[in-house]
């Protein structure tokens, strides 16, 4: 019982008191307030502080070599992707084209052309030697004309052309 007579006298009170009629408007006059101090050793003797904590961190750390002297002990691509030179690109099978056969009774021949050049090589062709049709130390292996195939040995690897009629 005491304790519904205490919650009905304490929401009686905020009910008056909320309907009471309010003075909106507050005023204060700051002009008699002490401005506040700034205190600037505390700032210095924080900048001091995180200077003293970076130097201990720094001393600690790697000190990693530049960009360019790193780089500088791998060759990775070329600088201008549209020079020729710097990087080793076989450009053999791009260069090379296979026109067509010839056979005669004796030999047989293919029809090629290699870096603007055209013309016919055989089974003993060999780059750089009897030909310039193809690249130095090519040498064909063998020529099949009846499944319009030409093997070429370049580089200790077999390319295979194969003509192709439209």
């Known amino acids: 019982m005491i304790k519904k007579k205490f919650i009905l006298i304490l929401f009686t009170s905020i009910f008056l008191i909320s309907c009471s009629k309010n003075n909106k408007i ?13 205190n600037k ?6 900048k001091e502080f995180i200077k003293s904590e970076n130097e201990e961190f720094i001393k600690d750390l790697d000190n990693f070599p530049s960009k360019d002297n790193l780089l500088s002990k791998f060759k990775i691509g070329k600088k201008d992707p549209f020079s020729k030179g710097e990087t080793i690109v076989n450009q053999f099978s791009s260069d090379f084209k296979l026109t067509g056969f010839l056979n005669t009774k004796k030999d047989n021949y293919v029809l090629v052309s290699y870096q603007g050049k055209k013309g016919s090589i055989s089974e003993d062709s060999i780059g750089g030697s009897n030909t310039n049709l193809l690249p130095k130390g090519a040498k ?4 099949d004309s009846k499944k319009s195939l030409l093997k070429i040995n370049f580089d ?11």
């Open 41 to 46: 050793t505390v700032e210095d003797d924080n």
């Open 156 to 166: 200790n690897e077999v390319y295979i052309f194969q003509f192709k009629s439209f």
């Open 26 to 38: 507050i005023d204060f006059d700051i002009s008699d307030l002490p401005k506040p101090k700034i």
């Open 140 to 143: 064909v292996v063998k020529i």
